[in-house]
């Protein structure tokens, strides 16, 4: 089954204590992307990777790391969180390249709620 | 950046009737793609439509329809007959063809399907 898979679901966690939320497809997407969703603000971009070891920030990346070392894994990397961090984060993918591949759509994880006290 | 605007936090609509979500965007692109996503409780992001934005004819799938609008950058979802399994968050996308096929999304608008 094509999919995207992004662990753990849930993650209560402390302020500082590093963490990562892995994500994973298995669709040979070259793009995937990570968004955190707050109340209002929609969907907004962390970073995104058009390639292996290609990635770029998006509108709110302070605070988060991610690597692309395969084209199917997508970490994303909190180094020192913070309550602010406090979301739902989603992990997408998609195809990418000319032509009809740009009606591709986000493919998306199940979402990870993320609390830092 | 595009710019993603859904004006309607919050919408209602009555079970079996016709209810209009807008979204409007900004860009100076002539060419890009448009897609609604409908979110459940369930917090899974689901596809409801896309259009591309050189056809003219507007994307239908089952109940849900789309009046796509270029020259004034307009995109809303009609949903016919509407049922309960239809409530839900759903956001508005606009994918760019230019800076990193980028995606853009709106606030949302919370769907509520009263019986």
Redesign the interface.
């Known amino acids: 089954e094509a999919q995207v898979t992004q662990n753990p679901r849930y993650l209560i966690t402390v302020t500082g204590k590093k963490l990562t939320v892995t994500c994973s497809q298995n669709m040979n997407h070259e ?1 995937m ?1 990570w ?1 955190r969703q707050d109340p ?6 962390i970073y ?1 990777s ?1 390639n292996v070891e290609v990635t ?1 920030k998006g ?1 709110v990346p302070e605070g988060y790391k991610v690597s692309r070392k395969e084209k199917r894994n997508f970490p994303l990397i909190l180094e020192s969180p913070s309550p602010n961090q406090t979301s ?1 984060y ?1 992990c ?1 993918s ?1 195809l ?1 390249g000319a032509g009809a591949s ?2 591709s ?2 493919h ?1 994880g ?2 990870t709620r993320l609390t830092v006290t | 950046a595009q710019t993603v605007t859904q004006s309607q936090p919050e919408m209602s609509v009555q079970e079996a009737e016709t209810v209009t979500l807008s979204c409007t965007y900004d860009t100076s692109e002539s060419d890009y793609y448009l897609f609604w996503y409908k979110q459940p409780p369930s917090r899974q992001m689901i596809l409801v439509i896309r259009q591309e934005a050189y056809k003219q004819q507007n994307a239908t799938e089952n109940r849900f329809s789309v009046n796509f609008q270029k020259a004034a950058k307009s995109f809303s979802l009609k949903i016919s007959d509407s049922q309960l399994g239809d409530a839900a968050m759903y956001f508005c996308a606009y994918r760019s063809l230019n800076t990193g096929n980028q995606f853009y999304f709106g606030t949302g608008t919370s769907l509520t399907v009263i019986p």
């Open positions: 793009y992307s968004y209002g603000l929609g969907l907004r971009q995104y058009m770029d509108d739902l989603f997408a998609s990418m740009y009606n759509p986000l998306f199940n979402g």
